[in-house]
């Protein structure tokens, strides 16, 4: 046989054995975020290189501006906004074959930061200059407040990085820069602000850092916020800011079902089966920097480093590696244990369907 001949046998061979299979769109998107609703509704998004703006203030009366967030109870005397001089797409696909094919999304804004849907039909996007709601499934958007926050008497543009909805009417805008420190606020579902749960200007401010906010099913006024140091349990109905743990610097959650939730910190993967009450270590990751956690019952659990995938069928007692083409992972998602996505950069997307 020919060598030739015997490299194509192989080429073949090792495509066999890859389970992830490329369902990329035709886009160079930087891919940053996936949210799939269910096994078969899902979500994409991210930007075309990051672009370059000027910020161009110009002096207002208060009364001409008030659909931003005080910090302390100031007015702005500037009105700002970002002007583009080298313009970023901000690019979200959707699938409704979980995965097989991805339909564009149009977006009426530039750089995107970041996407929270809550259901099929009702979703929210935050960008430089704004959040921006859906409630056909993203045929149409509505921008509902600017990203803007006020301190000392300043507007600030584009302050907010992260956005959560853990209901139609209950949401979540945080950053980790802003003006050195973390600001989080609660918002209902038309941009309106709720309250200011943690704000940087306050000493010691009551979240120094956020590394993520969770739902907890069935209960939209809840929330589980993680940070460096501790895990909450948010109650915008009752007790606030609930102290659930600070005995292990928690870097990811993610919820198995039910009550029972996995946790990742230092190489080690935790268990908890009453909401974060308690937590048991169970297993040591099988690699080092596992920086995705996701989860999809209470027995399956997937991890990874940005290079390899880490999957267990057993609550995470063993894992086992995937096979899968050679790109880097930003994000994975199961919807299920026999289906699951990850995405990239270049617009990659990765499809794992087992019958």
């Known amino acids: 046989?020919?060598?030739?001949?015997?490299?194509?046998?192989?080429?073949?061979?090792?495509?066999?054995?890859?389970?992830?299979?490329?369902?990329?769109?035709?886009?160079?998107?930087?891919?940053?975020?996936?949210?799939?609703?269910?096994?078969?509704?899902?979500?994409?998004?991210?930007?075309?290189?990051?672009?370059?703006?000027?910020?161009i203030c110009t002096e207002i009366q208060p009364a001409d501006s008030n659909n931003y967030i005080s910090l302390d109870n100031t007015l702005p005397y500037l009105s700002c906004s970002l002007i583009d001089t080298l313009p970023s797409a901000s690019i979200m696909y959707?699938?409704?074959?979980?995965?097989?094919?991805?339909?564009?999304?149009?977006?009426?804004?530039?750089?995107?930061?970041?996407?929270?849907?809550?259901?099929?039909?009702h979703g929210f996007a935050l960008s430089a200059d704004g959040v921006y709601k859906t409630v056909n499934g993203g045929v149409s958007w509505q921008k509902i407040m600017e990203n803007t926050a006020v301190y000392d008497y300043t507007s600030k543009s584009s302050v907010f990085q992260k956005i959560k909805f853990t209901g139609p009417d209950n949401g979540f805008l945080y950053t980790n820069i802003f003006m050195g420190g973390c600001v989080l606020v609660s918002v209902n579902g038309d941009g309106e602000l709720k309250k200011i749960i943690s704000n940087r200007i306050e000493l010691p401010a009551p979240i120094?850092?956020?590394?993520?906010?969770?739902?907890?099913?069935?209960h939209p006024e809840e929330a589980l916020i993680l940070t460096q140091r501790n895990l909450y349990k948010y109650n915008e109905n009752g007790e606030e800011l609930e102290l659930m743990q600070n005995t292990n610097s928690f870097e990811k959650l993610a919820l198995a079902g039910g009550s029972t939730w996995y946790a990742s910190f230092s190489g080690i993967l935790s268990v908890s089966d009453d909401t974060g009450t308690s937590w048991n270590n169970i297993s040591t990751l099988p690699a080092s920097n596992c920086s995705i956690l996701t989860s999809a019952g209470e027995n399956f659990v997937?991890?990874?480093?940005?290079?390899?995938?880490?999957i267990s069928d057993n609550g995470g007692l063993n894992f086992r590696q995937m096979s899968k083409p050679d790109v880097e992972i930003t994000d994975i998602c199961f919807p299920t244990p026999q289906t699951g996505l990850a995405i990239g950069p270049n617009g990659r997307i990765l499809r794992y369907f087992q019958d």
Do not use: R
Request: charged residues 20%; negative net charge; proline residues 5%.
């Open 208 to 218: 120094p850092f956020i590394n993520g906010i969770e739902n907890i099913p069935g």
């Open 1 to 55: 046989m020919s060598l030739l001949a015997l490299l194509a046998c192989k080429k073949e061979n090792n495509n066999q054995k890859q389970e992830w299979t490329d369902v990329s769109p035709e886009s160079t998107t930087d891919f940053q975020d996936i949210q799939m609703l269910n096994e078969n509704v899902g979500y994409v998004a991210g930007f075309i290189n990051s672009g370059q703006y000027n910020v």
């Open 302 to 310: 997937c991890v990874s480093n940005k290079i390899g995938i880490y």
């Open 94 to 121: 959707k699938t409704i074959d979980g995965g097989k094919s991805w339909n564009p999304v149009t977006l009426p804004f530039s750089k995107y930061k970041h996407m929270s849907f809550v259901d099929e039909y």
